[in-house]
């Protein structure tokens, strides 16, 4: 009769032990698929919890897939936007990577257009980059797609060492498995705004005047930025920055008054400047940069948002023209493709110049842009 219970006893303890290798299986396994995660926190302050392995993204809206080339990390893109797929114009990282057309379309792309849902849901990709949207409408793609949203910034461009950005940049990297790329990125850019501030600290110069900005299209000479990041970096006597700063359109009439010393043009809104002329040259005539031949066209840099590579590159043009002594050793256009070659992978400068004109004097007369510099002393 006592050998019943030893017996009763002797199973209870293979009962129990049995449970509890169960319950610490189910511990390590649970430990061991969270490990598979990481919670990040994105540009709008939002938590997301992404893979700790991203192999396949898309990146939609103004300038997202630009950070993923950046990054280099187009061979982790598995769909892009329509507009990109549409044409290279005023681009770069499309220009250096074509192959990125060939991919399918997630959403016709384009300043307040949302992705399309069902694109992203075929797709599976790991991560969606996104820029330009709020903290509801990103929440609301991530539930109905299943899929992590990140959301981007490029926030306001007043010099190259934008916060937003930089941290944009870090956090793409760290969720790309690209750190160190991004490092240097971010340094890469912090060492070109470091060179130019050096070049032109504690120097005068001559008043100048930036026309033909992009802003939602394009625009002639009285569409103007008053915190030109360009001008400030290299401490550029900019004659629109009483107005205050962002983007401004002015009343022509202005300019008179002003009558800066350089005239720079953007040359996305050149070809209205030229009409503008042939209609009214004796307004342009009569300004001084125009009369002594100080008029200047550069690249457009906002396209989808801002294209840093070209904006820096545009920079050392510009640099060039106030200051030639402080700029001898530089030459713009081989600068502007040693800046694209780092940031988008090659030298599409020339590509650029096609497009735009590139760098050079502009003759209002006869409408052309020639290739010509200051000699240096």
């Known amino acids: 009769m006592k050998k019943i219970p030893l017996l009763l006893g002797m199973l209870l303890i293979l009962l129990i032990s049995g449970c509890i290798n169960s319950s610490q299986s189910s511990i390590t396994s649970s430990t061991s698929t969270s490990t598979q995660y990481i919670t990040v926190t994105d540009l709008l302050g939002r938590n997301v919890e992404v893979p700790s392995e991203v192999t396949k993204v898309v990146a939609t809206g103004p300038g997202a897939l630009r950070l993923v080339v950046y990054l280099n990390a187009t061979d982790k893109v598995v769909g892009v936007e329509e507009f990109e797929k549409r044409y290279s114009y005023g681009r770069p990282y499309i220009m250096a990577h074509p192959e990125l057309k060939n991919l399918p379309i997630i959403g016709p792309g384009g300043p307040g257009k949302l992705p399309d849902l069902e694109a992203l849901i075929n797709l599976k990709p790991d991560v969606i980059f996104i820029t330009y949207v709020d903290s509801k409408t990103a929440d609301e793609i991530q539930e109905k797609t299943g899929i992590p949203v990140i959301v981007l910034s490029y926030g306001q461009l007043t010099t190259f060492e934008d916060e937003e950005l930089f941290r944009s940049i870090e956090l793409a990297g760290k969720i790309l498995g690209n750190e160190k790329r991004a490092e240097d990125v971010l340094n890469f850019i912090r060492s070109i705004q470091e060179d130019l501030i050096k070049r032109t600290e504690n120097t005068k110069s001559p008043s100048v005047y930036i026309g033909g900005?992009?802003?939602?299209?394009?625009?002639?000479?009285?569409?103007?930025?008053?915190?030109?990041?360009?001008?400030?970096?290299?401490?550029?006597?900019?004659?629109?920055?009483?107005?205050?700063?962002?983007?401004?359109?002015?009343?022509?009439?202005?300019?008179?008054?002003?009558?800066?010393?350089?005239?720079?043009?953007?040359?996305?809104?050149?070809?209205?400047?030229?009409?503008?002329?042939?209609?009214?040259?004796?307004?342009?005539?009569?300004?001084?940069?125009v009369k002594e031949g100080n008029i200047y066209g550069i690249l457009p840099y906002n396209f989808y948002t801002t294209n840093i590579g070209t904006a820096l590159a545009d920079t050392y043009f510009i640099g060039k023209i106030l200051y030639p002594e402080r700029f001898r050793d530089v030459d713009p256009v081989e600068r502007a493709d040693e800046i694209y070659t780092f940031l988008v992978g090659k030298p599409v400068y020339k590509e650029m110049a096609t497009q735009f004109g590139g760098f050079g004097r502009i003759e209002l007369a006869n409408g052309t842009v020639e290739y010509s510099l200051p000699t240096s002393p």
């Open 213 to 289: 900005i992009g802003y939602k299209g394009a625009h002639g000479i009285e569409s103007t930025e008053a915190k030109y990041p360009p001008f400030v970096v290299l401490h550029a006597n900019n004659v629109a920055e009483e107005l205050g700063e962002g983007h401004k359109f002015i009343d022509k009439e202005k300019l008179l008054e002003w009558n800066p010393e350089y005239l720079f043009l953007d040359e996305g809104g050149l070809s209205l400047v030229l009409d503008d002329y042939n209609k009214n040259p004796e307004f342009y005539n009569s300004l001084t940069a």
